[in-house]
C-alpha cells in the first residue's frame, strides 16, 4: 500500500486523532495558566515565598511523566484509560514550568510604573490585573509556549497507555513495522505545536497592540 492510499484510507482516523491531541493539550495549557497567575503573583509580592515556590515548582517538572501518568488513577481513583489522567498530570507541568516565569515577568516590571499605579490609587490586585500584567504578557506569552510545545510532546507518550491521540500512530507504525503512520504523527504534533505557538502569539499581539505601534516608529 502506497502512503498516499494509506493517509486516505485512515483520514477519519487520523483526524480524530489529531481532534484528541489538541484537546489533551490545550485544557491543561489554559487551566495551567489561570493556576499560574495567582501563584506567581504571590511569589512576585511576597519575596519570603518566591525561592520555596519556584524551587517546589522546579521539582514537580522534574517528576518522570510516565510514572506521573501510573501513578495519577491510583491518587483521582480513575481508570487507567480516563483521559482525565493525561489532562492532571500535564496540568502540573505546565502549572511547575509557568509559576517562575509569572513571578519573574512581574519583576521585570520597571518599578516607577507600579510606584506610578500606587500613586494613582490602585490597590495590589487593580495594579496587577490593570498595569503589571499587560506589562508582564510578552514574557508569560514566552513562557506559555515552550508549555504549549511540552504539553504536545508529552501528549503523546499516552499512546503507551492505549489513549488515542496522535501519539497512537507511532506504536501503530511499530506493529505495522510501517514508517507511514510514525511520519504522519511526527508531522501531526509538530503541525499542532505550531498551530498553539501561532495562537499564543496572536493573543500576546492584541494583548500588547502599544508594543506594536512603538515598533512602526
Same mark, same amino acid.
Given at each position: ?6 493517509? #486516505? ?24 495558566? +489561570?493556576?499560574? $497567575? ?15 515556590? #519556584?524551587?517546589?515548582?522546579?521539582? @514537580?517538572? &522534574?517528576?518522570?511523566?510516565?510514572? +506521573? ?6 491518587? @483521582? ?14 496540568? #502540573?507541568? &505546565? ?29 495590589? %490586585?487593580?495594579? %496587577?490585573? !490593570?498595569?503589571? !500584567? ?11 509556549? #515552550? ?12 499512546? $503507551? ?7 497512537? !500512530? ?24 505550531? $498551530? ?10 492584541? @494583548? ?10
Amino acid at each position: 500500500m502506497s502512503a498516499f492510499d494509506w493517509l #486516505v484510507d485512515n483520514a477519519a482516523i487520523i483526524g480524530e486523532y489529531a481532534a484528541w491531541h489538541i484537546y489533551l493539550s490545550l485544557i491543561p495549557l489554559i487551566a495551567g495558566l +489561570l493556576l499560574a $497567575l495567582p501563584l506567581g503573583w504571590l511569589a512576585h509580592r511576597y519575596r519570603g515565598a518566591y525561592g520555596p515556590m #519556584v524551587t517546589s515548582a522546579g521539582l @514537580l517538572y &522534574t517528576l518522570p511523566s510516565l510514572a +506521573l501518568f501510573v501513578l495519577l488513577p491510583q491518587v @483521582l481513583g480513575t481508570r487507567m484509560l480516563d483521559p482525565l489522567n493525561i489532562i492532571s498530570a500535564l496540568l #502540573v507541568y &505546565t502549572v511547575a514550568l509557568l509559576v517562575r516565569v509569572v513571578a519573574d515577568a512581574l519583576a521585570a516590571v520597571p518599578g516607577e510604573t507600579a510606584l506610578s499605579a500606587e500613586a494613582m490609587g490602585y490597590r495590589p %490586585f487593580q495594579r %496587577f490585573c !490593570l498595569v503589571e !500584567l499587560p506589562i508582564a504578557v510578552p514574557v508569560i506569552a514566552a513562557g506559555l509556549r #515552550v508549555a504549549a510545545a511540552s504539553n504536545v510532546s508529552l501528549v503523546s507518550l499516552a499512546s $503507551l497507555l492505549g489513549i488515542p491521540q496522535l501519539g497512537s !500512530l507511532f506504536t501503530t507504525g511499530f506493529q505495522l513495522d510501517y514508517v507511514v503512520p510514525i511520519i504522519t504523527g511526527i508531522v501531526g504534533c509538530v503541525v499542532v505545536a505550531w $498551530l498553539f505557538d501561532a495562537l499564543i502569539l496572536l493573543v500576546s499581539h492584541r @494583548l500588547t497592540p502599544w508594543r506594536k505601534a512603538g515598533s512602526t516608529t
